[in-house]
């Protein structure tokens, strides 16, 4: 157990390094960087003046001495600077992550809530008119970029209410807030939602087969607490590994759904990043990204060895 | 099988016809994908018959016009025709989609039935390096290659196919364990045929079902990958009209005076997805029985 524990801790380890690599070297074979971006705007060409600027910058050095810049910078929590604002990559970036993180909360709160039962409702009532109808419904949840539901929920807003619930100043009480960033996460968590409400149904029919769950009902438990308690219970460890997963999947519905809403999280401020080859900042964030979703696949598995004592791990 | 085909033409074509009205009635929900997704082949295809203007013709005159007349979809900002766009949108979505999806599937396929096959360091090697590319999202990974590839038509194919990698070289890689281990490789081995010659003609054809289902549901979120990328403005450039692109020029401004800007293509990405979605789930309850429902 501990073996196993120890070992997965490493490959994660081994993992993230090797992302931090693959990042870093993607990142440099972009043409251009950003000393010619400025150069290309501003429409003069002074070769020394570049040079200077690619000096300051660190561009002109070996590039596995900047990769050891920036590794070594990271363990000791130094991210090194914005390219466009100048201003320390750590100050560009920790006041946006509350914001993203709160997003991304709602979004997944709304997703659990809506499609667990929903599954479990499908499940139980299968091959009838109300299966098919949450089906279609789901399948449709898993086909509308959520960008779009975005701009639609903007477009009956403005309709209905002649009102644009999109960022403008920081919400003032958590009331506010909660309004704020109520309309954009339910537009985020709504595919996840499809998805845990097509996996919840699934890994339900697979227990509802089983004959216990026969026994239970044998025995006179109520229709309720065979649903929800003997047959839930059993059919929940595959969706906390999809909960986990939407987690770190979720980056890719904020990314858009706030660059909608004009929401000054770090999903869009990487889209803004990537546009201006802001090296530090790109690399930063996708290396957090990262650290995210692989820290998220180890409590995973952690969270199986918790919940499932017939799952042992002897190698 | 051959012989029986020349043999008796005409029995060959009503089976065919009896296996189509079987999945008709067996999936309707599957042969609605089926019907959508050839729709908008068939509009991708025929697109210069069935549009009026040039898709990047621009005309001031007509700029914001609504729904109706010569522009039954009304038309954008700088008066172009949306319906066109949108036809010609199709031809974008579908190379993308299709290219993207067939091209991480051939890596896939390579990586996953060699690293299988032939097992070993090699295997181990490939596994971590799939690990780490699958430590990111989708859209994040799409975005740092296209970061790294600059904009174009081609690049925003590659930088979609390589994430898809990772997911195509498991399924073939956990498929080719199972079935080089079965007697009939073993039977090949012991005719005298060659390693490379078993994985190719024995074992690849075996795998071919779940990659036609994996291949299918990876198709709906490429086109939803490419939409997104264009919207964030870092996918297909100008001039070629992407449906995720028609959606960012029209974004927020245009939500109050020109609704239509903002429906159609998005009901165009959402269609062509949810078709993909649908026929997916039916090939997967067709040709993968153990996840059935």
Redesign the interface.
Known sequence: MAAYLIRRFL?ML???F??SV??FA??R???GNIADILFSASGMINPEDKLEIERQLGLDQPIYIQYVHWIVGLLHGDLGYSYVSEKPALDEILPRLPISGKLAGMALCFAVMIGIPLGVISAVR?NTLLDYVLR?VS??G????S??LG??V??LC??YFGW?P?YTEPPKTWWNELALFAIPAAAVGFRSSALMMRLT??SM?EVLRQDYIRTARAKGASYAKVNFVHALRNAVLPIITIVGIEA??L??GL??TE??F?IPGVARF??EA??W?DYPI?QNL?MF??VC??SI?FLIDMAYLALDPRIAYEK | MATIDTAEPEVHRESRLATAGYFIRRYPLGAAGAVIISAFVLMAIFAPWITQFDPTLTNPRVSLAYPGGAHPLGADFMGRDMWSRIVYGARISLAVGIGSTGLGCLFGVTIGLTSGYFGGWYDLLVQRLMDMMQSLPLLVMALVMTAALGPSLSNTIIAIAIPLVPSVARVIRSNTLMLRELPFVEASRAVGMNEFAIAIRHVLPNTLAPLIVLATAQLGSTILVEASLSFLGLGVPEPHPSWGRMLSESAAEYVRVAPWLVIFPGAAISLAVFGTNLLGDALRDILDPRQRD
């Open positions: 490959l081994l993992t993230l090797g992302i693959v990042i993607l990142l074979v972009v043409p299968q279609v399948l449709s898993l086909s509308l970029p960008f779009w701009l639609l903007l477009m403005v309709r644009i999109i149904r699934s029919l770190a999947f980056v890719g990314i858009v660059t909608v004009n990487l889209v990537i546009r080859r790109v996708v990204i990262a979703v692989v696949n």
